[in-house]
């Protein structure tokens, strides 16, 4: 069974940077994606970006693509989401996740980190 915790967020203003890490433990496999989901108050969780965690091959969602970049790395088996040019949209909670047979999707993805939270001042 895979673990996830997550580190990260904050508070910063509108055009500034974080990042957000997630560290795994437990048995992965080579089916294995990693994704960073995220909710805003009154909204579904949505996808924001997913790692293939043998071949390293990232996925984005539009309003992220560009700004926000996920990455791995494997000698402390911890992902990342850098996060630039924030925007008080991208406000929420952003929550890791594993998804054991590479499909990124809430249905799909079975193990989640705590959530931490983001918070974009304009």
């Known amino acids: 069974q895979v673990q996830l915790r997550e580190s990260g967020g904050g508070l910063v203003q509108a055009g500034g940077s974080l990042r957000l890490s997630c560290a795994v433990s437990g048995r992965t496999t080579s089916n294995h994606a990693m994704a960073w989901f995220r909710q805003a108050p009154d909204n579904e969780r949505k996808f924001v970006a997913g790692?293939?965690?043998?071949?390293?091959?990232?996925y984005y969602a539009d309003s992220v693509r560009g700004r926000f970049t996920v990455s791995r790395e494997s000698a402390n088996d911890t992902f990342y989401l850098q996060m630039n040019s924030l925007k008080p949209e991208d406000a929420a909670v952003y929550y890791c996740?594993?998804?054991?047979?590479?499909?990124?999707?809430?249905?799909?993805?079975?193990?989640w980190g705590q959530g931490t939270r983001v918070t974009v001042s304009s």
């Open positions: 996740a594993a998804c054991p047979r590479g499909i990124i999707s809430n249905s799909f993805c079975d193990t």
């Open positions: 790692i293939r965690w043998s071949e390293g091959q990232t």
